[in-house]
């Protein structure tokens, strides 16, 4: 595993060592003391997993309680996948960072808490599985308006996204719950 760090505080991308021959691929995709060595002392209590088709993009979402790290990881397709930093002590608060993972780059990206997280399928269907920090909490969670103009996130859509009824009705940053 190779982790680099990002323009955003905390968010990582780890290149994963990829055996492959022609039977497929074998690599690790988590291993504690790994993370660790890289400053990532992180400990993750829950997997989700989902598929969407070409087009949809889910999110931004956070816990403004229970905030969740994220590794993600995408099994089938291609993603967009994009930070937001709510941290109001950060550097970088209020800036977002969009990244491509998808299966035949092999690589993750580590959101910390603290920071909302989206994504946009650029090819169909993508099969994405994420670890979290914390347990989901839907009275704690929080929608950020994905095309917010104050962020002005280049999302790679060519059409308009397919968004949920939720995530249309996403928050815009000047009026968000954020952290300290």
Known sequence: MHFETTSIPG?????????????GYFAETWQQRRFADAGFDVAFVQDNCS???TGVLR????????????????????IFD????????SPTFGRWLGVRLGEETRRMLYI???????FYVTSGP????????????PQ?????????????IEWPATTAPIV??????GRPFALLDKFD
Not at 140 to 152: F, G, I, V
């Open 82 to 89: 994009v930070a937001v930093d709510l941290r109001r002590s």
């Open 140 to 152: 704690h969670e929080r929608t950020l308006l994905w095309n917010d103009p104050e962020l002005q």
């Open 59 to 78: 999110g931004l979402h956070y816990q403004i309680e229970q905030p969740q790290g994220k590794l993600i990881q995408v099994l089938r397709g291609e």
């Open 11 to 23: 968010v990582v991308v780890v290149d994963l060592q990829v055996f492959a021959d022609d039977r």
């Open 51 to 53: 598929r969407s088709k």
């Open 126 to 137: 993508a099969d994405v599985c994420y670890k979290c920090t914390d347990f989901y909490a």
């Open 164 to 169: 949920s009824v939720k995530d249309a009705q």
């Open 112 to 118: 910390p808490p603290g920071c909302a997280h989206g």
